[in-house]
C-alpha cells in the first residue's frame, strides 16, 4: 500500500481500479486546530492519458498498480494499429495508433521503446525524450531579427512534423527532437 506520504512524482497508484502516475503533488496544512492535512495532486491515467486532480486527506492509502515495463522495439504498421516486438521474447503484439496518441508519429523503423503492461496486457508505449530525425526541407530565415535572442526557421522532418529550427540547422541534417513538446533539441 502506498500512503500520500510516499506520493512523489512519478510514482503510479490504483484508483477505482485504474493505474494513474503522480505528475505533481502539494500539502496543505490547515491553519485551523483539529482540520485535516490536504494532499493535493495531479494524475495521469495510464490507460487513457485523462488527467485528474484531486484531493485527499494525509495519510490516504492506496493500492501499487501491477504494472511493469518491457523494452520494444517498433516494426511497422498494420491497418490503423502499429505492430511491435518485445526485444525479450521476441513476441509481437498490435497496439491501436489512437491509444498511442500524438507520440505515434515519431514512430520509425526499429525505434527501441518501452512497452507499459497492466495486468500483462499492453496498455500504451512509451517513447525516448528524444529522438533522431532527418530535415527534409527548412524555409529561409532572415537574420536581424535577434531581439528575442532566439533566431527559428520552420522546418519539415522526415516524419511529416513542422517544428521550429535555429538558422544554422540545413536540410539533410539530422537533428534530435523533443518528443515531449515537439521542440528542437540538439544537431545529432
Same mark, same amino acid.
Given at each position: 500500500m502506498i500512503t500520500t506520504a510516499d506520493f512523489s512524482k512519478g510514482v503510479r497508484i490504483l484508483i477505482d481500479?485504474?493505474?494513474?502516475?503522480? +505528475?505533481?503533488?502539494?500539502? &496543505?496544512?490547515?491553519? !485551523?486546530?483539529? !482540520?485535516?492535512t490536504l494532499v493535493k495532486f495531479k494524475a495521469r491515467n495510464l490507460l487513457t492519458g485523462q488527467l485528474?486532480?484531486?484531493? *485527499?486527506?494525509?495519510? !490516504?492509502?492506496?493500492? &501499487?498498480?501491477?504494472? %511493469?515495463?518491457?523494452?520494444? &522495439?517498433? #516494426?511497422?504498421?498494420?491497418g490503423p494499429d502499429a505492430v511491435f516486438m518485445d526485444t525479450e521474447t521476441y513476441e509481437q503484439f498490435n497496439l491501436a495508433r489512437d *491509444?498511442?496518441?500524438e507520440s505515434a508519429k515519431y514512430l520509425s523503423e526499429d525505434l527501441e521503446i518501452k512497452a507499459i503492461f497492466f495486468n500483462d496486457n499492453v496498455v500504451n508505449v /512509451? +517513447?525516448?525524450?528524444y529522438v /533522431? #530525425? /532527418?530535415i527534409v526541407m527548412v524555409e529561409p530565415g532572415t537574420r536581424g531579427n535577434t531581439a528575442s535572442g532566439s533566431v527559428t526557421t520552420?522546418?519539415? +522532418?522526415?516524419?511529416? *512534423? %513542422?517544428? &521550429? *529550427?535555429?538558422?544554422?540547422?540545413k536540410s539533410g541534417q539530422r537533428?534530435?527532437?523533443?518528443?515531449?513538446?515537439?521542440?528542437?533539441y540538439q544537431k545529432a
Open positions: 481500479g485504474e493505474p494513474y502516475v503522480i +505528475l505533481e503533488h502539494t500539502t &496543505q496544512t490547515p491553519s !485551523a486546530r483539529g !482540520a485535516a485528474i486532480s484531486d484531493s *485527499v486527506k494525509a495519510g !490516504a492509502k492506496y493500492e &501499487q498498480p501491477d504494472i %511493469r515495463f518491457a523494452k520494444v &522495439q517498433y #516494426l511497422y504498421d498494420e *491509444v498511442i496518441g /512509451e +517513447l525516448p525524450n /533522431e #530525425l /532527418e520552420p522546418a519539415e +522532418l522526415s516524419n511529416g *512534423v %513542422r517544428i &521550429q *529550427v535555429p538558422l544554422h540547422i537533428i534530435l527532437v523533443d518528443t515531449r513538446d515537439d521542440s528542437f
